[in-house]
């Protein structure tokens, strides 16, 4: 079973808006924190969002303002709502997991186009 699938992704026109959902089953209450990274060919893997389990919530500075992280403890997923989005914004979107041990959970990503 994988412990964290994406889904939501697609292709959208700048401007527009897409919400991303993890399913994370049986790790959502295992992990001290959710995050949501991105990532380009040939580029490294960024960090987009962070939501902790203390309930506080970060982001990068390129999205903040137009996307929006939340969790839904009681459906085992984590949401990323992004809006006005830019080609810029396109990547493979990955959900992360962290234990308090720094263990990390990946998902196997999804892929966000934004065109022009």
């Known amino acids: 079973q994988v412990p964290l699938l994406e889904s939501g992704g697609g292709l959208v026109q700048a401007g527009g808006s897409l919400r991303l959902s993890c399913a994370a089953p049986?790790?959502?209450?295992?992990?001290?924190?959710m995050a949501w990274y991105r990532q380009t060919p040939g580029k490294q893997r960024e960090f987009v969002a962070r939501f902790t389990n203390s309930g506080s919530t970060n982001y990068a500075d390129s999205v903040k303002g137009r996307f929006t992280i939340s969790k839904d403890n009681a459906k085992n997923t984590l949401y990323l709502q992004m809006n006005i989005l830019k080609p810029e914004d396109s990547a493979v979107y990955y959900c992360?997991?962290?234990?308090?041990?720094?263990?990390?959970?990946w998902g196997p990503g999804t892929q966000v186009t934004v065109s022009s």
């Open positions: 992360n997991g962290r234990t308090v041990s720094d263990f990390e959970y």
């Open positions: 049986g790790i959502i209450r295992a992990v001290v924190s």
